[in-house]
């Protein structure tokens, strides 16, 4: 069982940059793909980055440039890097965990709360 514990949400102004954080515990965090994904009010939740256990990275379309995921294994950590930010990214953000092997995140962080001001 891992838990996820979310951190570095934040207000900012539009161009501005955050960096969110992610932190594992519970189990082997090596074997597990991580992805962060954002729900926005009225909206449905929606994937913004994943990596893989070997480092891979995909990013939806509206993120691509800006955002930045990477995962430091030693730390059990992983991080989502946001720069450029928009009122349009204005969501909570969610940490998820995905066994290998598996399809659907079957671990989520509470989420953090990131506002972007026009």
């Known amino acids: 069982q891992v838990q996820l514990v979310e951190s570095g949400g934040d207000l900012v102004q539009a161009g501005g940059s955050l960096r969110l954080s992610c932190a594992a515990s519970?189990?082997?965090?090596?074997?597990?793909?991580m992805g962060w994904f954002r729900q926005a009010p009225g909206k449905q939740r929606e994937l913004v980055a994943g990596?893989?256990?070997?480092?891979?990275?995909n990013y939806a379309d509206s993120v691509k440039g800006r955002f930045t995921i990477s995962r430091d294994n030693a730390k059990n950590t992983v991080a989502l890097q946001m720069n450029s930010l928009k009122p349009e990214d204005t969501a909570v953000y969610y940490c998820?965990?995905?066994?290998?092997?598996?399809?659907?995140?079957?671990?989520w962080g509470q989420g953090t709360q990131v506002t972007v001001s026009s």
């Open positions: 998820a965990a995905r066994r290998i092997g598996t399809i659907e995140y079957n671990y």
């Open positions: 519970g189990g082997t965090f090596s074997s597990y793909a």
């Open positions: 990596i893989t256990v070997r480092g891979t990275t």
